[in-house]
């Protein structure tokens, strides 16, 4: 008898925080070069599909006042710029820089070596099947992936 999908819950949760946990960690002196962390370097990922503030707290589940001080954090280091809303002059799109784009290269490719390292011992099978339930995670959200994977 194979388990019910509510009773993988907290498990799959526990998993998927570690294994971010560990990759963050192990991708850590790359986003130190810039002298940001985890969320910001999450966040600089994500602004190409999510470019106002409003759509990163959507898309995070974080407060205002986080989004807002990771967004200003990523400023005064000069990774972002905020740019006038072509439809609506109140509001703002955020954009990366050059040097966020730098950062950006160099954080990913960061995280997909710590993360070859982990999935080294894997066989191309059980890859194929984590990238499975990846494209399943995200159907079952109903959204599109966040940041498009080179390897996708």
Do not use: C, Y
Not at 2 to 12: D, K, M, T, V, Y
């Amino acid at each position: 008898m194979s388990p019910q999908p509510h009773a993988l819950g907290w498990e799959f949760v526990q998993t998927i925080w570690m294994f971010l946990s560990q990759t963050f960690e192990g991708a850590s002196e790359a986003f130190e070069e810039f002298g940001i962390g985890s969320k910001q370097m999450v966040v600089l990922a994500i602004i190409e599909k999510q470019r106002t503030p409003g759509e990163l707290r959507k898309a995070l589940g974080a407060p205002a006042s986080s989004i807002t001080s990771i967004i200003n954090e990523l400023e005064k280091k000069g990774l972002i710029v905020r740019e006038v809303h072509p439809t609506d002059r109140r509001q703002f799109n955020l954009v990366r820089t050059e040097k966020g784009q730098m950062m950006l290269r160099k954080g990913q490719a960061a995280l997909e070596t710590h993360i070859g390292e982990l999935f080294h011992q894997l066989e191309p099978e059980d890859i194929e099947a984590i990238q499975r339930v990846k494209h399943l995670i995200w159907k079952g959200l109903h959204l599109a992936p966040l940041a498009p994977s080179p390897t996708d």
